[in-house]
């Protein structure tokens, strides 16, 4: 029956050439990075979207002025001082020299010079020194350091003053590095924390060396192959941190699929090739099915409507496709050629103690016996369970993370805090931006002064007005500072106060302007969240539809892919409110180290969606195939199903938590975006792995009986695609 597959003939191929599979997989894993390295990753000179009115005003303003990184540096007098005092002005002499020689300065601008009263603190104690760096982010970034040197000269030279710096370059560049820093952190503990948990899974330290070898190769070969569509797609540093993450989870999960499958085959007896032979024919299906699953998942991210969400999704499907090529034609020659030494290095008293002849746990076996003898309270009480957790995501409110999100223990967000403070809302502004064929005529001026003053009124904005004009005087930037951090009530209140009217009232209606938009912190986190809720109706849509379709063809059930959306919608929902109640309510913020803003994340929902949907799906697919398995044997749906979650439910935990372990390390992480991602994933596959499949599936699929495996009969000319026999229809079909 299981020769058909191709599974089971890649798998009986691979054991009985074990050289040409082994050398062909490392060959193909060198090509590949090689590839990547002549090739070179390609990054996004501009990774914008252009997303709503924020993005129309950026693509404006792109489009007509330099590509300049605006600076400031705050110095500020000790407390009781004033900016007139001598320390101060010398620090501002000092500054204003130091800059001034530096290659790629433009427009200096001292706070005692005629014009620039705004740049002088209101209580008069602080005052800014802004300029510009030429050049677009990278090379901004790149030329910052000699003005970083300078300041910081002058900061050992005067202190009796406080003196900063910060604006786009600075910042962008230590919050790069942070960020950077934090990526390392995570890739250097993943890999030892994974090993561990499968070492103490497997007792082995060569069998658990073989899911995280391929696992690693499957990473280190996307990483090179994902080289060539960064020259079509724009990507960055993100792409990668995916890559790993889903590659070492797909990698180890279905390493961990074949090799249990493997060890339950000799322990029944089997030969060495026997036992191989019925892992690929079995757990390769299950993995070829589970693999395609989740490439459907993670295609959902091209409906997202973003650059960003696009290069996620090629980066995730193309190290799922190749660590499923690399679990059916490299992993059965791997187990061939070490035989019986994949058991060296073993642990004493690991490894063996849990896991009985016949595969069973013992552990999950008693959980099991106690589940489908109550299946109908087992399933109610599963089930409120996950509604409890769900029910804070109701009141979801989702954000885009801001300055007041990044972490505090960087010297330029010390800065950016006291500068924020002298200064309010000047460093977080709304930006008007309006097109014309000369925005500096008269009349704009006068609509420019009116919109001041209407903005001055809502008391939600403060003076006063920066207004900048591209050198061809087609576009101008006008710069309110506003209340609120960007992504709070009181900048939601004047954003709306802007759009609802004072802007098209005014310099929107003035002769001669063509557009006038608004953009910001504020206006970008309104229009990406209108984006997430446009188009995450079309992402569910399409997971949900071909992950039914797949499911359909898969078991020959109308019910099973029913109940597998159902379940992981479950487990999904759980998590989402999981992450309310912990980063917008704000509990746990001294444990996991960061404080609420009152939202998610506004990328977050549909991209856990996506993952965690995919990720899923390889539990379900792998427990259910041996279920079904159990099924075609003869096994009444009760002993099948009690069977197939007992002999893979040590495997199922296992790779939870590799999974749970290596999720959890990004919410240790300085980033509070990656902060909410760690915790989400992770408790995500938590509750998938424990209340889901050890309880709701069991309890729900004892309950349907029979019932489980029907098919419609207007639906029987689907192909069958796994080998099955056929399988009796339940009465009544």
């Not at 990483?223 to 990668?240: E, K, N, Q, R």
């Not at 302007?513 to 970008?524: D, P, S």
Request: proline share 4%.
């Amino acid at each position: 029956m299981h020769e058909r597959t191709f599974a089971a003939r890649m798998g009986r191929w691979s054991a009985r050439n074990r050289k040409k599979a082994i050398w062909g997989w490392l060959a193909f894993v060198a090509i590949a990075f090689a590839i990547g390295n002549v090739v070179g990753m390609k990054k996004p000179s501009n990774n914008n979207d252009y997303i709503g009115d924020s993005g129309r005003a950026e693509k404006a303003i792109d489009g007509h002025f330099p590509k300049d990184a605006s600076e400031s540096v705050l110095i500020q007098a000790p407390k009781g001082g004033h900016a007139s005092d001598a320390a101060v002005r010398r620090a501002v002499d000092q500054t204003v020299a130091g800059v001034s020689h530096q290659r790629f300065v433009k427009d200096v601008q001292s706070p005692f010079a005629k014009g620039n009263a705004g740049q002088i603190s209101k209580d008069g104690r602080s005052v800014r020194v802004d300029f510009k760096i030429s050049g677009d982010d990278d090379q901004t970034q790149a030329r910052v350091d000699p003005f970083e040197t300078a300041i910081n000269k002058v900061k050992a030279d005067n202190p009796k003053v406080f003196v900063g710096q910060f604006g786009d370059a600075s910042a962008n560049k230590a919050i790069d590095k942070s960020f950077s820093d934090d990526f390392k952190k995570a890739e250097t503990l993943s890999l030892p924390i994974t090993l561990v948990i499968l070492v103490i899974a497997f007792g082995s330290l060569v069998a658990a060396g073989v899911p995280l070898l391929l696992g690693l190769t499957a990473v280190m070969a996307t990483l090179g192959l994902v080289a060539i569509p960064s020259h079509f797609i724009p990507m960055d540093d993100t792409v990668s941190s995916v890559v790993l993450l889903v590659g070492l989870a797909v990698g180890v999960d279905y390493t961990l699929f074949y090799l249990r499958r493997e060890r339950e085959e000799k322990a029944r007896g089997a030969s060495k090739l026997e036992a191989i032979h019925t892992a690929a024919a079995t757990s390769g299906r299950a993995i070829l099915v589970s693999g395609f699953t989740v490439m459907v998942a993670m295609a959902g991210m091209f409906f997202a409507g973003g650059q960003t969400f696009t290069a996620l999704g090629v980066g995730a499907i193309m190290v799922v496709a190749v660590a499923m090529i690399g679990s059916v034609t490299v992993v059965p020659a791997v187990l061939a050629w070490l035989g019986d030494r994949v058991e060296k290095g073993r642990i004493p008293f690991l490894g063996r103690r849990t896991i009985a002849a016949n595969g069973e746990s013992r552990a999950w076996g008693w959980v099991l016996s106690k589940v489908l003898r109550r299946p109908a309270l087992s399933a109610i009480a599963a089930t409120a369970v996950l509604v409890l957790l769900a029910s804070p995501a109701f009141g979801m409110h989702t954000v885009l993370t801001g300055t007041n999100d990044l972490p505090r223990k960087l010297e330029v967000m010390k800065v950016y805090d006291r500068m924020q403070a002298a200064f309010p809302g000047g460093q977080i502004p709304a930006v008007v931006a309006i097109e014309g064929n000369d925005v500096t005529t008269p009349q704009i001026a006068a609509a420019t002064k009116e919109l001041g003053s209407r903005a001055f009124a809502t008391k939600t904005m403060n003076g006063p007005l920066d207004v900048t004009v591209s050198p061809d005087r087609h576009v101008a930037t006008i710069d309110i500072p506003m209340k609120g951090d960007g992504t709070d009530a009181a900048s939601a209140d004047a954003l709306a106060a802007l759009r609802g009217g004072i802007v098209q009232d005014t310099v929107g209606s003035a002769p001669g302007v063509k557009h006038a938009y608004v953009t910001g912190i504020a206006a970008g986190t309104k229009d990406f969240n209108d984006l997430m809720k446009a188009h995450a109706p079309i992402v569910f849509a399409f997971v949900l539809s071909l992950a039914f379709i797949l499911l359909l063809v898969t078991f020959r059930s109308i019910v099973i892919p029913i109940k597998a959306i159902v379940l992981n919608l479950l487990s999904v929902g759980a998590a989402y409110g999981v992450l309310v109640w912990v980063f917008q309510d704000g509990h746990l913020e001294k444990a996991l180290g960061f404080h609420s803003n009152g939202g998610v994340v506004s990328w977050l929902p549909l991209f856990l969606f996506v993952i965690l949907f995919g990720l899923s799906m390889d539990y379900h697919v792998f427990i259910l195939s041996r279920i079904r398995e159990a099924f075609d044997r003869g096994m009444k749906t009760e002993d099948a199903v009690a069977h197939g979650i007992k002999a893979t439910a040590s495997t199922v935990t296992s790779a939870a938590v590799v999974m749970v372990g290596v999720f959890a390390i990004f919410a240790t992480l300085s980033a509070l975006d990656f902060k909410q991602m760690g915790v989400g994933l992770s408790v995500a596959i938590l509750i998938d792995a424990t209340i889901v499949r050890a309880v709701l599936l069991p309890a729900t699929m004892k309950l349907l009986g029979d019932w489980n495996w029907y098919l419609p009969k207007r639906l029987r000319w689907l192909p069958r695609v796994g080998g099955h026999e056929t399988v009796p229809e339940p009465a009544g079909a």
